[in-house]
């Protein structure tokens, strides 16, 4: 079946760069996304990748897709402490109905 | 703000009531989709509706609970006869066509349910 797995926790120092990572089961998976969700709040989009390309970038933002292995990565350059939040990767699934999220990872970013 | 409208954002309920959580889709978007958070974890896909049709509802309890996406107004997540395990943050989100390119889903800022 669909499935979706991330490492929960990340912590960095304002200014490093963050990599989040993403695995996935679907291989026939056509788009991935990538999901922030600060206190109390919804999911904003912050980017989407189509499975026909290899990465993807979007001024801080970097999405790297490894197809074969079914990993999927955000690396945030320059983090700050806005920054924190739970960033959460999605497949969308066979049927193009829905989307499959893993848990969540926690970013922390200290100054 | 031409967002995912949801409300209300905080629903308190007593076990056995009824609940229900409203959802207006961006402007232009036919497609709604609703998903459950239950602390800690990731979102779950509970249906996917367009404009008076159920397409997907292959994640919904299969009792006590309702979608619907009328021809005019919101769409609706009904659950009746509430229990404690229902307490959750219910998300809705939607697209202009069902999934894609440019058709990523967008969410709304979600409705927490608490049963008392």
């Known amino acids: 079946g669909e499935d979706v797995e991330q490492s929960l926790f990340l912590s960095v120092r304002e200014g490093d760069s963050s990599v989040i990572n993403c695995t996935y089961t679907?291989?026939?998976?056509?788009?991935l996304y990538w999901y922030k969700q600060e206190p109390g709040a919804g999911l904003q989009l912050l980017t989407y990748?189509?499975?026909?390309?290899d990465m993807k970038q979007d001024q801080r933002l970097t999405v790297l897709l490894n197809k074969k292995d079914k990993h999927l990565s955000l690396r945030i350059a320059d983090t700050q402490t806005g920054d924190s939040a739970i960033y959460f990767c999605?497949?969308?699934?066979?049927?193009?109905?829905?989307?499959?999220f893993g848990k969540g990872t926690t970013l922390s970013v200290s100054s | 703000n031409a967002g995912v409208m949801q409300n209300p954002r905080h629903l308190v309920r007593r076990r056995g009531q009824e609940a229900r959580l409203r959802c207006s889709p961006m402007?232009?978007?036919?497609?709604v989709y609703w998903y459950r958070q239950l602390p800690e974890e990731g979102l779950k896909f509970m249906v996917y509706?367009?404009?008076?049709?159920?397409?997907?509802e292959s994640g919904m309890p299969k009792e006590r609970f309702s979608a619907e996406f009328p021809k005019e107004g919101p769409s609706i997540l009904r659950i009746q006869q509430v229990v404690r395990g229902d307490s959750a943050a219910y998300f809705c989100?939607?697209?202009?066509?069902?999934?894609?390119?440019?058709?990523?889903?967008?969410f709304g800022d979600g409705t927490r349910l608490s049963i008392l």
């Open positions: 999605a497949e969308l699934n066979q049927a193009g109905t829905a989307l499959i």
């Open positions: 509706l367009q404009k008076e049709n159920i397409i997907d």
């Open positions: 402007k232009g978007h036919s497609h």
């Open positions: 990748i189509f499975s026909n390309m």
């Open positions: 679907d291989s026939s998976s056509t788009y």
């Open positions: 989100a939607s697209s202009p066509e069902a999934g894609g390119e440019n058709r990523p889903q967008h």
